[in-house]
């Protein structure tokens, strides 16, 4: 492979290679995706790394190897507690990488995992979490080509931490880029969120309040592929919208893009439970997690095809039209409101709910 | 990818994914590379994750991705202490992901690499072990294609973990399976053993030893290229003998061939400071880790040519035949010695040396 043939796809831009990182320690807010993360990435890692085309603002690379193009990722997963409604760190490890690889226009082929485990581990924990990747991996479709365990002292490692690295193959006919960006487009949401922060967040006991919560977590590649199907050329953007939420994915979109992002909030679905919490905890949906939800930005002429082809996904009856592209405010995001109120949303900011992938 | 495409390479035999893990919880050991590591591999990982195929190993699976053949692999870091003679945890990271592809018969194209560092990490640490990755990525002609950061909260995570995982091209003409081993095989090593493990023993100043010691971390695949060259089709395994060392690999190599591996121990290269450490502590060279060594079996026509290939590669010097291959004694390892005795070597038991990788 020569180096001039990887190109990385998604939000990286070198334009912002030259920051450099000045915090003297690594916090919690460094791991979170927000603007802290995004400063330890552009201040350190990018700029030593970037001679090699660093790509890491959560899609895939699509590299050239072997005379075929292959997209290639990779997540370490640290959540506490290991396992919460709806799912558990093994489903993360494979879904997660799994959705890296689809937002980035690829049909995901292969993992391999490793396993940093803490002595004294009981045994059943881990044959449960490695139960939940051969389930995760199967519906997904791929295959868990190998792996590799580490073991550190007890009081290490919180029982287990696991990472997962991806392939696949880029599907035809898909540029994702946001340069490709116009006026005018749309923006899609697959279905309500924060289900996933909120739940990791009442799992933990941390906040006194019932509710019929799971997470979201599961391979978003079925509607990356009707998204491709429906409406191909006109897809300009996709994400799954993690740490840092639907909020700071879209303020990474307007930067990138230079161009601004209006959301209707009101027209954007969160569940009661996930509401609630947010307002006990002075938190915005649009700022928490997801682990299975999707985003895109759409051309206007093919939204509405494109929102139909999400509707027909098991899992995205509730698809809708959350935004649209607009000229200014440009580099932000903006929400707008029914009644002509709007205000400036930022990216996610400090680290209100750690370890939550 | 269809999944009978998918061919495991390597030392990993389906006929063992019927054992079952019965130990209550992880130790140490399991980590260690030795038989505990196998016995979790081969009784918990394979027959869960197997229906994919799985490669746990140690080498790199080869799969078929849009069209081409490629090789993949991972592997986690949680060396302590970070850095020691000769080499850090961010220089393992990135030969430990290339010598698996390397030694599966690859050559190593790209790595991605996710962190997981704990709350509190000087930046310092973090940007040096980054700088060390970049340089070992450009000593061993990779890109680094991308990655993800964890935090983790203070007291977790020895600083930080590395997790790195590789893709490669496979070379043509390479077929490496231990069924295609032959009695009077010449089994060939690239140079001293044990200076990693040593080093890293020394580093932690458990041991009072004065010695010039340095880990042998490096790329290995010039020792692979200059085989392949030099004795293609007659090479018929190869490996890195890193947890277990060559004892180890050897080991899995007897027993997945079916044959007997006879080692001339005398012939065996061993700094003094690594035999003086193994006689104060009762270990076997043989079963230190190496970080950049490299074994090969060859057939006995090609034995010759290849070891001069090998010598001819810079760091390769001292490469040597240590032993051949045998019928007796089927799926063991025999030292012997010039003045006639013998005696079995077995694979690491326990873990005498943790965290060394």
Redesign the interface.
Known sequence: ?K?ET?E?TGSFSRAVAKVR?K??????????GGKA?RR??EG??VP??C??????LGD??H?Q??????A???????VKPLSFPGGSIGELAVNGTVNDLAVSGARP??I????????????EV??AE??A??GA??RAG????????????H????QM?I?T?G????LSGVKIDPRTLRPGDKVLLSGPIGDHGITILLARGELDLAGDLRSDTRSVFPFVEALVQAAGPGIHWMRDPTRGGVATALNELARDSRLGVAIHEESVPVHDTVRGACELLGLDPLHIANEGQFLAVVSEEQAEAGLDALRRVPGGEEACVIGEIREQPAGAVLSVTSYGASRIIDMLVGDPL??IC
Chains 1, 2 share one sequence.
């Open positions: 492979m180096q990887l990385a990182f915090e003297a320690q690594i916090e919690m807010a460094h791991g979170a993360s330890l990435i350190l890692f030593l790394l001679g090699s085309g660093a790509e890491f895939a690379a590299l190897i072997n005379g075929s193009r292959i290639f990722t990779t997540d370490s997963f640290v082929e292969a391999v995992t490793t396993f940093v485990l803490e002595a004294g581990l009981p045994t881990l044959e490695v139960r990747m051969a991996a199967q791929i295959v868990i080509a190998g792996g590799d365990t580490k073991v550190v002292e009081g290490k490692a919180d931490y990472t690295a392939i696949g193959e880029p750690p370890r």
